[in-house]
């Protein structure tokens, strides 16, 4: 998928109720229905790769193989939750895939948990369309940050994963803001509201 080297590889299948303490009963079941199987396929990681991280100790690779075409990020939620370390996802279907994977911290009191950050996540893409690259150099923040910067859809460069998280969160907010006020210019009546609700998208846009 990355042509990453032989000594990433690790190529294991892992059982989809490897997750059940972390799902409910509904989330059981939406992992037999979509998923056709789970491979952990490569461990970027100081004994695998020679580069070590000070934010990010390890990046994991999951290739995820479904059994429809579907978006899948509330199942990909608990997989990332259930494993502190970073993980990019390659979910598959016939010859399309798309790419998640999420900023993330451990839980202060439970390290066993992760809190989620931030979520970037691609199209849908043919797989021979791949354009996505993991870069192994520099570190595993440096590595780490370089993939998200691929999935970003804010236009600005930042010095560090924190930052592009705080970036794309405040662009996330504009974007809901900005289609919350289209909708209100298409339901106005009032010529005067309709006016000041015109510029208060021209000025979020310039934000933007």
């Not at 695998?48 to 429809?68: A, H, P, R, W, Y």
Request: charged share 30%.
């Amino acid at each position: 998928m990355f042509n990453l080297p032989k000594s990433t590889k690790i190529h294991k299948v892992i059982p989809k109720n490897a997750f059940d303490s972390y799902t409910s009963t509904k989330q059981k079941k939406s992992f037999s229905d979509k998923i056709q199987r789970i491979i952990w396929t490569d461990k970027i990681a100081f004994e695998t790769v020679n580069i070590s991280g000070n934010d990010v100790t390890e990046i994991q690779v999951f290739k995820v193989e479904l059994k429809e075409k579907k978006v899948i990020n509330d199942l990909l939620l608990v997989i990332d939750k259930a494993i502190p370390y970073h993980i990019i996802f390659w979910i598959e279907f016939g010859n399309e895939f798309y790419i998640s994977t999420s900023a993330k911290h451990l839980h202060p009191q439970n390290e066993d948990v992760a809190v989620i950050d931030y979520t970037f996540t691609s199209d849908w893409k043919l797989i021979e369309n791949n354009v996505y690259q993991i870069e192994l150099k520099n570190n595993l923040d440096w590595i780490f940050k370089n993939f998200c910067d691929q999935l970003k859809t804010v236009d600005t460069s930042s010095k560090s994963i924190s930052e592009l998280v705080e970036k794309q969160k405040n662009n996330d907010a504009i974007l809901k803001e900005i289609e919350k006020l289209k909708s209100e210019i298409a339901r106005c009546k009032q010529f005067n509201k309709k006016v000041e609700l015109n510029l208060k998208l021209k000025a979020l846009q310039s934000i933007l």
